[in-house]
Every structure is written in C-alpha cells, then in structure tokens.
Nanobody, 126 residues
Framework: QVQLVESGGGLVQAGGSLRLSCAAS????????MAWFRQGPGKEREFVAA????????LYADSVKGRFTISSSNAKNTVYLQMNSLKPEDTAVYYC???????????????????WGQGTQVTVSS
C-alpha cells in the first residue's frame, strides 16, 4: 500500500518562504514521477510542479516558475517543494501525488497520478 504524507504547511506573510515535504512509503519510488498540486478556495485543483524520481527532469507551472523548486531525496523517499517569494494567491491546500505506472514522463494533468496525500494547508497573508 502506497502512502504519501505531506507536511510543512502553515501561515506565512507575503514574501516569505516555506518548504513542504512529502514522505512516501509502501514501495520503492525510483521509477516514478512525483508532483505537487494545489487547490485554493473555490478553485479547481491545479498543477504546481513535478519531478521524475531520479531528479533529472522537472516541470513547473508558469505561476510558480522562478519562485518554487521541487526536489527529491531517494535515500529518504521524500519529495520537497521549496516555496519562496510567496504571494497571497499561493494560498491553497497543497497535495503531493505519485504518477501512475501506466504512464512515463511527467505530466500536469491530475488524472495521470494515482496516489495522493491528504494535503497540507498553506496560507499567505498580505
């Protein structure tokens, strides 16, 4: 059974930083891609960033490019999202997800991901 557990969310002022973590357990993730999505109040879930587990390829939403960095630690089976220069519009519940083994590569579409964490709240005050 795959489990993804996010942590690191919280309340921060605009311009501040947070680092989210997603601890994966249940099996090896070395052949998978992982992603972060977010869902703000009254909004649909949207793609934030993705990485293949080896760390060689990354993909970012335009809205976070240059401010957020996704990374992974094979030794810790953990994916991170470093968020800098946070804006009020970054306020959302952030979810990590594992790409389904039915696909290769990294994707922006949530339907390409089969396991999801429970989410961690990020609130950015103005």
């Amino acid at each position: 059974q795959v489990q993804l557990v996010e942590s690191g969310g919280g309340l921060v002022q605009a311009g501040g930083s947070l680092r989210l973590s997603c601890a994966a357990s249940g099996r090896t993730f070395s052949n998978y891609a992982m992603a972060w999505f977010r869902q703000g109040p009254g909004k649909e879930r949207e793609f934030v960033a993705a990485i293949n587990w080896s760390g060689g390829n990354t993909l970012y939403a335009d809205s976070v490019k240059g401010r957020f960095t996704i990374s992974s630690s094979n030794a810790k089976n953990t994916v991170y999202l470093q968020m800098n220069s946070l804006k009020p519009e970054d306020t959302a519940v952030y979810y990590c997800a594992r790409r389904s083994p039915a696909f290769t590569g990294i994707y922006v579409l949530p339907e390409k991901y089969d396991y999801w964490g429970q989410g961690t709240q990020v609130t950015v005050s103005s």
